[in-house]
């Protein structure tokens, strides 16, 4: 959408919002990670995308914004780590079938995408998401309530996979929803 792709294009061209630490969500389950092609959806600045080519993936990072991919296109070439940048705007980008042993989502949460999620992953590949649940506007009180997830967490919108492991309300405030499954 036009209106999200110029809020976030706005914030990644400022030289003080820099790449992140990737997630602890994923660092502290890397016992987890295998090899392979992975994909970091809504990837912005690409810390969890560089973090999973430093594990050895070959990382397909989705964005819908250019100037967060151009700076993570150019760490990972001065870093030499194997990551394809994709611009492309995720309501309406056919994501491949099949592809993917790892697909990591943070911080972006899209339900209608969810069933393509599943598809584009390969049998025994793995789901790893962390993302805002509705308990953040007491935090946040403006934030767009429909990129929260609501009180059943992130498990009704992963059928088909195996829950690994499943957190309603983690982190401080319980205003996170973090899920790891794997495609059977
Ligand atoms: C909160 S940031 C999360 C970035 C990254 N996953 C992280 O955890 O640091 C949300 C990201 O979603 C991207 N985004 C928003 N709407 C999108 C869409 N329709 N298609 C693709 N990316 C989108 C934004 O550009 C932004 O980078």
Redo the contacts with the bound molecule.
């Keep these: 959408?036009k209106q999200?792709r110029e809020k976030?294009n706005s914030r990644y061209t400022r030289h003080d919002v820099t790449i992140?630490d990737p997630?602890p969500f994923l660092t502290e389950n890397a016992s987890l990670l295998t090899k392979g092609t992975a994909l970091d959806l809504?990837?912005?600045?690409g810390?969890?995308a560089l973090f999973l080519a430093r594990s050895g993936y070959g990382v397909d990072a989705?964005?819908?914004?250019f100037p967060?991919l151009l700076r993570l296109k150019a760490e990972a070439d001065r870093l030499s780590l194997d990551i394809r940048p994709i611009v492309?705007?995720?309501?309406t980008y056919p994501v491949p079938i099949n592809r993917y042993d790892l697909v990591a989502i943070?911080?972006?949460f899209s339900p209608p995408i969810m069933s393509s999620i599943r598809n584009c992953m390969k049998r025994g590949g793995l789901l790893v998401c962390s993302t805002y649940n509705y308990r953040h506007t007491s935090i946040k009180p403006g934030f767009t309530r429909k990129y929260l997830v609501p009180r059943g967490g992130l498990a009704p919108y992963v059928h088909g996979l195996d829950i690994v492991l499943n957190e309603n309300e983690a982190g401080e405030a319980g205003n996170l929803s973090r899920l790891i499954a794997r495609k059977r």
């Design positions: 959408m999200d976030w992140p997630d809504a990837a912005g600045l810390a969890n989705i964005d819908i914004s967060a492309a705007d995720l309501d943070f911080y972006f």
